[in-house]
């Protein structure tokens, strides 16, 4: 059986990678996903100037999941294409994601200037749903600063450029969003970014687990599969087939990567459980996925994807 996957003709062996924020904030970690079963890596969101983000303890690991309210730590975009560029060099037939976030629209441009500029043929992860920087709603809630972004950027950008969404909750949502990003030449939606504004508490305690936001944070993990699938299969429904799905959240076993190609994801990313294992969880979960689809008779991701099947 063959986990191969294509996002936009970039043939990548695998259909498992990391997810932006994880495993991805500087050389070491983003080498140690190029050395693990990954099928590629996406940087942590670059921002123009480097981050120190919020104060800690800004993640937190739970039974279930996770909370983080990390507050966009990064190097800068600049480190994170100078790393690419090096990486590319050693590995030419490999396809790298950067993710890039600006906190407006000129900054965005200025972005995607700054990756066209450096050379890089890879792909750009433009993130709009972060939901940790104080005072900055998130960009994905706001539908007419979306359509404004993306207008924006493909009047210049002639890359490839996916954009990561948060999780919406409502189906005239999906109709709204879907209707506006079928506008743009997207290579992929990945859906979905973590829940924003959880709250879990240390009932010993009495007391929040991280300190940014009086300990607002995130959700990822368990807690949000079952969003993060429905996201991925009402944007397969709705899109272009054209614009691909990149599926993300609650992925910790080869049957969570299985349901989210069932629901229409060609690729697939991974954080808290990356977070919680370490890239070893690469090699785990295309093992699984290897005897799922064995189990099925399935020789291809072609062979389910999107398949899912509905109560007649
Ligand atoms: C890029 C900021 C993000 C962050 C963060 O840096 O706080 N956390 C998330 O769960 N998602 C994000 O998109």
Not at 69 to 81: A, H, T
Request: charged share 20%.
């Amino acid at each position: 059986v063959s986990t191969a996957t294509s996002i936009a003709q970039k043939k990548f062996d695998n259909c498992i990678m990391n997810a932006s924020g994880v495993w991805c904030y500087d050389e070491k970690e983003l080498l140690e996903v190029d050395k693990s079963k990954a099928a590629s890596f996406v940087t942590k969101s670059g921002t123009l100037q480097a981050r120190k983000g919020n104060p800690k303890p800004r993640y937190f690991e739970t039974n279930f999941g996770s909370i983080n309210s990390m507050g966009l730590p990064n190097q800068g975009l600049e480190y994170y294409l100078d790393f690419v560029q090096k990486i590319q060099q050693q590995n030419p037939n490999k396809t790298y994601f950067v993710s890039c976030t600006g906190f407006n629209v000129q900054e965005d441009v200025l972005l995607l200037e700054k990756v066209e500029n450096s050379g890089f043929k890879g792909i750009v992860e433009l993130n709009l749903s972060c939901p940790n920087v104080p005072g900055k709603p998130q960009t994905g809630y706001d539908f007419e600063t979306v359509d404004m972004i993306l207008k924006t950027v493909f009047e210049n950008y002639e890359g490839l450029l996916g954009v990561k969404l948060p999780p919406y909750f409502d189906i005239v949502h999906f109709d709204q969003m879907a209707k506006i990003l079928n506008k743009y030449p997207l290579t992929y939606v990945n859906s979905v970014n973590s829940i924003g504004n959880g709250l879990y508490i240390d009932d010993a305690q009495e007391k929040v687990v991280i300190k940014p936001k009086n300990g607002f944070g995130g959700i990822g993990g368990d807690y949000i599969k079952p969003t993060a699938l429905a996201n991925v299969h009402a944007f397969y429904q709705r899109l272009d087939p054209k614009i691909q799905i990149i599926g993300t959240g609650g992925i910790k076993t080869g049957r969570d990567v299985f349901e989210h190609i069932l629901c229409g994801a060609s690729m697939v990313q991974v954080g808290t459980a990356l977070m919680k294992e370490g890239p070893g969880v690469f090699e785990r979960l295309t093992h699984e996925l290897e005897m799922i689809m064995q189990s099925k008779g399935y020789e291809k991701l072609d062979d389910f994807k999107g398949k899912l099947k509905y109560i007649e």
